[in-house]
């Protein structure tokens, strides 16, 4: 296979707000990335259920996404997230598990949760997941990182530990969800 080069990229920073007037794109870019097994026709991976996601999520303490534009102006992909509150289910499962060090975090809100990381296939294998995920985190005042992948989702759940993520557990957003690996980024 040949090798093939990233595209010409800018990134952007939205707030709910502008994320919210570019919906249709997002959502446009979902559904072509969760078109294929084993997430096509599972209800959790619904363009509607996520739209319900992405929806909810605006309104989240420190909501914000970063799209990898291409030169037209179209969207190569994004990464979205919030703070990772201490009220947040998602400490639920995992709190005999975290090291004293990630409780303190989570208590003080100093924890990232990169909840959606997505690229459209036509540009995958280019190193922009990367790029999106450097951008975002760089950008993010909380010195921590958490995400969960999907236990069984390759390439994604061998490349978070090449990227410094160590897996601190497992976790199930919700009865109807997969079981995912729940991952760590100490702070740099």
């Given at each position: 296979?040949?090798?093939?080069t990233?595209?010409?990229?800018?990134?952007?920073?939205?707030?709910?707000?502008?994320?919210?007037?570019?919906?249709?794109?997002?959502?446009?870019?979902?559904?072509?990335?969760?078109?294929?097994?084993?997430?096509?026709g599972?209800?959790?991976?619904?363009?509607?259920t996520?739209?319900?996601?992405?929806?909810?999520?605006?309104?989240m303490?420190?909501?914000?996404?970063?799209?990898?534009?291409?030169?037209?102006?179209?969207?190569?992909?994004?990464?979205?997230?919030?703070?990772?509150?201490?009220?947040?289910?998602?400490?639920?499962?995992?709190?005999?598990?975290?090291?004293?060090?990630?409780?303190?975090?989570?208590?003080?809100?100093?924890?990232?949760?990169?909840?959606?990381?997505?690229?459209?296939?036509?540009?995958?294998?280019?190193?922009?997941?990367?790029?999106?995920?450097?951008?975002?985190?760089?950008?993010?005042?909380?010195?921590?990182?958490?995400?969960?992948?999907?236990?069984?989702?390759?390439?994604?759940?061998?490349?978070y530990?090449?990227?410094?993520?160590?897996?601190?557990?497992?976790?199930?957003?919700?009865?109807?969800?997969?079981?995912?690996?729940?991952?760590?980024?100490?702070?740099?």
């Amino acid at each position: 296979m040949p090798h093939r080069t990233a595209p010409q990229l800018t990134f952007a920073r939205h707030t709910p707000e502008t994320a919210r007037a570019r919906m249709a794109e997002l959502l446009a870019v979902y559904a072509e990335v969760y078109d294929t097994p084993p997430y096509a026709g599972d209800p959790f991976f619904s363009v509607t259920t996520y739209a319900d996601r992405l929806t909810a999520a605006f309104d989240m303490t420190g909501f914000e996404v970063v799209t990898a534009e291409l030169e037209d102006g179209s969207l190569a992909g994004y990464v979205h997230g919030v703070t990772l509150t201490p009220d947040r289910p998602w400490w639920v499962s995992l709190a005999d598990q975290l090291p004293a060090d990630v409780a303190e975090a989570a208590e003080s809100g100093e924890v990232f949760w990169l909840r959606e990381l997505m690229v459209l296939p036509e540009h995958a294998n280019r190193g922009i997941g990367r790029a999106l995920h450097d951008e975002m985190v760089a950008g993010r005042p909380e010195p921590w990182t958490t995400l969960t992948c999907i236990v069984d989702n390759e390439p994604a759940r061998s490349a978070y530990p090449r990227w410094g993520y160590d897996v601190i557990g497992r976790i199930k957003h919700a009865p109807e969800s997969p079981l995912y690996d729940a991952m760590l980024l100490p702070p740099a």
